[in-house]
T-cell receptor
Framework: GAVVSQHPSWVICKSGTSVKIECRSL??????MFWYRQFPKQSLMLMAT?????????EQGVEKDKFLINHASLTLSTLTVTSAHPEDSSFYIC????????????FGNGTRLTVT | AQSVTQPDIHITVSEGASLELRCNYS??????LFWYVQSPGQGLQLLLK??????LVQGIKGFEAEFKRSQSSFNLRKPSVHWSDAAEYFC??????????FGAGTRLTVKP
């Protein structure tokens, strides 16, 4: 079945540094990818939607200059957390959808980011 | 505005007992509805989904859900819970622009 690979599964970084998270669709072309953020014991909150070859659409309240999203190919989207701060520590999950109106949404296993 | 409500934050059931997790949605059109399960520190696993047709849908791991338009509900059920079912359960609705919105989640604890 379709698989979405997210890397790394966990990362620890220092305040002020940047961290890149990759989301790859392994056996299908992901025309749209979504990035979610999940705080402990809370639900997933949509951060942004990215379509291949175009700029990402960010949800209200999400800083586009802080959370850089690149969807340069049909199999890869990246989320870069720039100048990370401890409050950015969270679980980040990507999801991807292929072509077709009813194509299913596949989720990555998430990335646990801890900023010290 | 489109929304998904899971009224129960935490539910505890005994192993072998039946389970029902509630989900209500608010959406202008016929929604696409999903139930996902998440173990601690893990990603999401799709249990089942409803697009159209038969309102009772069967999923993996013995779960089922029933879509009731009149009640705007999509409750998840399982006749006999196993200890391995302890996890966080999320109801979700897929919106017209194809992104997915999640409920707050229900944490299931299974007593031996």
């Amino acid at each position: 079945g379709a698989v979405v690979s997210q890397h790394p599964s966990w990362v620890i970084c220092k305040s002020g540094t940047s961290v890149k998270i990759e989301c790859r669709s392994l056996d299908f072309q992901a025309t749209t990818m979504f990035w979610y953020r999940q705080f402990p014991k809370q639900s997933l909150m949509l951060m942004a939607t990215s379509n291949e070859g175009s700029k990402a659409t960010y949800e209200q309240g999400v800083e586009k200059d802080k959370f850089l999203i690149n969807h340069a190919s049909l199999t890869l989207s990246t989320l870069t957390v720039t100048s990370a701060h401890p409050e950015d520590s969270s679980f980040y999950i990507c999801s991807a959808r292929g072509r077709g109106q009813h194509s299913p949404l596949h989720f990555g296993n998430g990335t646990r980011l801890t900023v010290t | 505005a489109q929304s998904v409500t899971q009224p129960d934050i935490h539910i505890t059931v005994s192993e072998g007992a039946s389970l029902e997790l509630r989900c209500n949605y608010s959406y202008g059109a016929t929604p696409y509805l999903f139930w996902y399960v998440q173990s601690p520190g893990q990603g999401l696993q799709l249990l089942l989904k409803y697009f159209s047709g038969d309102t009772l849908v069967q999923g993996i791991k013995g779960f089922e859900a029933e879509f009731k338009r009149s009640q705007s509900s999509f409750n998840l059920r399982k006749p006999s819970v196993h200890w391995s079912d302890a996890a966080e359960y999320f109801c979700a609705v897929e919106r017209r622009n194809n992104d997915m919105r999640f409920g707050a989640g229900t944490r299931l604890t299974v007593k031996p």
